[in-house]
């Protein structure tokens, strides 16, 4: 028997049987999915019962610790109703606005003196100790100043974001400049790169992953540095809805506004995520799922 | 060869030494002599971590000499030459490019326009073989592959003079001989001036008109061989002619003797 007559059948059912693997793994992996979200409105659907049963045993006190069904209403009066200061949404608006605002202008400050440290010898020796310093300061509490000197309006949070996010993307900067691979340096310069030219088009790229590692973090410290702020004396925004809910003894008021925070929160990160897959897709993939 | 003019790359009584991180100093290449005639192609062998690197930085301009003279076309090389190219040990491709984008660099970081930097990157490519990768990124590449990319990139440059250091260590055997093959057939149009710098004793026969080879560090030039093998050639045949064995002993006669000095220093640094 000449061996392809043997051969064929046995490579059809190979690739049958690999077919009907792969669907199998398909499967496996979408009920693993499931399983996982699942798992999650479970966990979050029981702790919730929870803290509505005990409150309302009076295990623990309602007056202190509020429960879910009360800080609903609360939102949904807000939401509805609006708020002591007016409506909800110019609220958030508010502190949406103070905190990218200042999001936005203590990253490009930070991006601009971590690449420039981390690229001028000269700069890095005399600025570094005084970074040092001013790093170790507990800067929130700078927020009082900002308020005397900027008033209730958004200028004084957005200072207080500022200082908050400076640093972390700065430090994160001037890290990533300092390691960018030194034979691609060279390279670029054998290949005709300026200075301008290295920091722009190699510098600036390789420090990129370093810079976005440090955006997540930041934007949470945006938006306490806008809150504590608003806490502190404002007009407008979520930090003055705790605050007055604080005034008022009204716990639901607190967590309803810190829900509210949560969720915008969820919502920044997720257009950071996609951004970041928007920019790093010269990245292999595994490398970016590993993080 | 012109006789009239000046070498491609001559290095007269050449010194470089670093100070170590801990503070001391280490002679990478003491009192250097070599030269390198117009369109020659110069491999230089040496026992691995005895300085040959670094001779060649300092005919880039990417490092000064501590002593000595560096000249490239008759004049002392300061700064970065424009016509110099340079195909490192690792990848040193940007993984934030693509292909044709990484190609182009050289021409662009030049100030030629995209148009027209674009239309040369395209033909190296094709030259080497890649032209249906233009849009990959780096990392979707083989190893081979990268290389490809690097060597294009500097040759869309047009180099008159080459610097290579160790650019195929990293690869497999196959294909090794295969990018050896390659870069004679890229060089051989190009008239430039080559300093190819390898461990590997086969590798360096096959592919120069000329074998330096150097004393463990500090380096310094030990005999010089010339390579009397007709081109073209092939590098997986030319290595079974008599002639090609012939030459590697009488080669290895003078290397060994170096190797064994750098692997007894090792073994005492160990000691």
């Known amino acids: 028997m000449p061996p392809e007559t043997v051969h064929a059948p046995v490579a059809v059912v190979k690739s049958g049987a690999r077919a009907d693997r792969s669907r199998e793994r398909a499967r496996a992996a979408r009920r693993r999915r499931l399983l996982v979200f699942g798992a999650r409105v479970l966990l979050l659907v029981g702790l919730l019962g929870l803290w509505e049963g005990l409150a309302r045993a009076e295990v623990i006190d309602p007056f202190n610790f509020s429960m879910p069904s009360r800080i609903w209403d609360q939102m949904s009066q807000w939401a509805l109703n609006g708020t002591p200061q007016g409506p909800l949404w110019e609220q958030i608006w508010c502190t949406l606005y103070e905190a990218l605002l200042g999001w936005v202008i203590g990253v490009l400050a930070g991006v601009v ?51 908050l996010v400076f640093f972390p993307v700065f430090f994160n900067a001037f890290q990533g400049a300092r390691e960018v691979d030194r034979n691609l340096v060279a390279n670029s310069r054998i290949l005709g790169a300026s200075n301008r030219q290295v920091t722009l088009q190699v510098v600036i790229p390789s420090a990129t992953s370093w810079i976005f590692t440090s955006l997540h973090v930041s934007f949470g410290f945006a938006l306490i540095g806008a809150i504590v702020g608003e806490y502190l004396g404002a007009t407008k925004g979520l930090g003055l809805l705790v605050s007055a809910s604080q005034g008022t003894f009204n716990a639901a008021g607190v967590y309803a506004a810190m829900v509210i925070l949560a969720l915008v929160a969820l919502v920044a990160e997720g257009l950071l995520a996609f951004l970041e897959k928007r920019l790093f897709r010269w990245k292999p993939a595994d490398s970016s799922d590993g993080r | 060869m012109n006789s009239h003019l000046s070498p491609a790359i001559e290095l007269r009584g050449t010194s470089k030494t670093f100070r170590t991180p801990s503070g001391g100093l280490h002679t990478a290449v003491r009192d250097l002599d070599l030269v390198v005639g117009r369109g020659e192609f110069v491999a230089v062998v040496g026992p691995t971590g005895c300085g040959k690197s670094t001779t060649l930085t300092l005919i880039s301009g990417l490092e000064e000499p501590t002593r000595g003279e560096v000249l490239v076309d008759g004049e002392p090389v300061r700064g970065i030459g ?16 693509t292909v044709l984008s990484n ?169």
Not at chain 1, 122 to 142: C, E, S, T
Not at chain 2, 82 to 96: I, K, L, Y
């Open chain 2, 103 to 271: 190609v182009m660099a050289g021409p662009r970081f030049r100030g030629v326009p995209k148009a027209e930097a674009r239309q040369r990157a395209r033909e190296w490519l094709a030259r080497v073989g890649l032209a249906a990768f233009e849009d990959r990124y780096p990392h979707q590449l083989s190893g081979g592959q990268r290389k490809r990319v690097a060597l294009a990139a500097t040759f869309v440059n047009d180099p008159g003079i080459l610097l290579m250091d160790e650019p195929f260590s990293a690869l497999d055997v196959q294909t090794r001989a295969l990018m050896s093959d390659e870069l004679l057939e890229l060089w051989s149009g190009t008239g430039a001036s080559v300093v190819f710098v390898t461990h590997d004793l086969e590798e360096s026969i096959a592919l120069a008109d000329k074998v330096v080879v150097m004393t463990a560090g500090p380096a310094t030039v030990k005999e010089v061989f010339e390579i009397d093998l007709p081109r073209p050639r092939r590098v997986e045949s030319v290595r079974l002619e008599p002639r090609f064995i012939e030459i590697y002993r009488e080669i290895w006669s003078s290397l060994g003797e170096e190797v064994r000095i750098t692997r007894e220093r090792g073994a005492a640094d160990a000691a």
């Open chain 1, 113 to 163: 003196l971590g690449i420039a440290l981390g690229r001028v010898r000269f700069l890095a020796d005399v600025l570094g100790p005084y970074i040092k310093v001013l790093n170790a300061l507990p800067r929130i509490v700078l927020a009082p100043i900002f308020l005397i000197g900027f008033g209730l309006g958004p200028a004084s949070k957005v200072a207080s974001a500022v200082v």
């Open chain 2, 82 to 97: 424009d016509t110099v190219g340079f195909v490192f040990q690792q990848d040193a491709v940007f993984p934030w490019r």
